[in-house]
């Protein structure tokens, strides 16, 4: 248990639906992000957030939408998605975002599959 | 932040010692060296961190070079729970704002009972 929590763990949609991930962090840190693994690649940072700001939008496409409507709670709105999208999506926290020694927190995921 | 080459992977014995490689010959003199492992079906986790000298904890060691431009991860005694992808990442700060690890593919280490 790292104390990150992501809902749901597993979730199939098609291409048209609209849906959200969401992830909770109870060790009061400060920053959160959301990363992307596809298949046999790795992980991709895709939106950081520190104290509530997005400090970081590593070019990913308008069909994925975060929101951090605090520092505890994370979301990824998704719709219109595409095949490839299919990944796990991976939440992250650390206390207080650019320290180079300061650890990151992953939760478990949520196995997400596109038709 | 400055690149890692690992192996993609590497087989060990159960209860027997791991060294896991990583070199890293652009690290800059602020770079901190990470390492994480990622476990089936799990998100990664934190192993340990070092910038200059080695470092010990309870799930690992980790042993950095002179001239920092290479580290080994160090396993005393692997157990089948430590099958995993470990990931040897730098973390560099340049001000501001939070900005996450950067991960590469990692080596896939495989224990064999």
């Known amino acids: 248990e790292t104390g990150v929590t992501q809902t749901p763990r597993h979730l199939v949609m098609g291409m048209t639906n609209k849906k959200s991930l969401k992830c909770e962090q109870h060790?009061?840190?400060?920053?959160m992000y959301w990363y992307k693994q596809s298949a046999k690649k790795p992980l991709e940072l895709m939106f950081v957030y520190n104290f509530k700001e997005q400090t970081e939008n590593n070019s990913v496409p308008s069909r994925f939408s975060p929101e951090c409507p605090n520092s505890s709670h994370l979301f990824l709105h998704l719709h219109t998605l595409q095949p490839e999208d299919s990944a796990l999506y991976l939440c992250a926290s650390s206390p207080k975002g650019r320290a180079t020694n300061e650890k990151l927190f992953f939760g478990s995921g949520t196995q997400l599959s596109v038709l | 932040d400055a690149k890692t080459t690992q192996p993609n992977s590497m087989e060990s014995n159960e209860e027997e010692p791991v060294h896991l490689p990583c070199n890293h010959s652009?690290?800059?003199?602020?770079?901190?060296i990470h390492w994480y492992r990622q476990l089936p079906s799990q998100g990664p986790e934190y192993v340990i961190h070092g910038l200059t000298s080695n470092v010990n904890n309870r799930m690992a060691s980790l042993a950095i070079a002179e001239d920092r431009k290479s580290s080994t991860l160090i396993l005393h005694r692997a157990t089948l729970r430590d099958a995993a992808v470990y990931y040897c990442i730098l973390k560099g700060g340049s001000g501001g704002g939070a900005d996450g690890l950067t991960f590469g593919k990692g080596t896939h280490l495989i224990i064999q009972p």
């Open positions: 060790l009061g840190h400060n920053a």
């Open positions: 652009t690290i800059s003199g602020t770079d901190y």
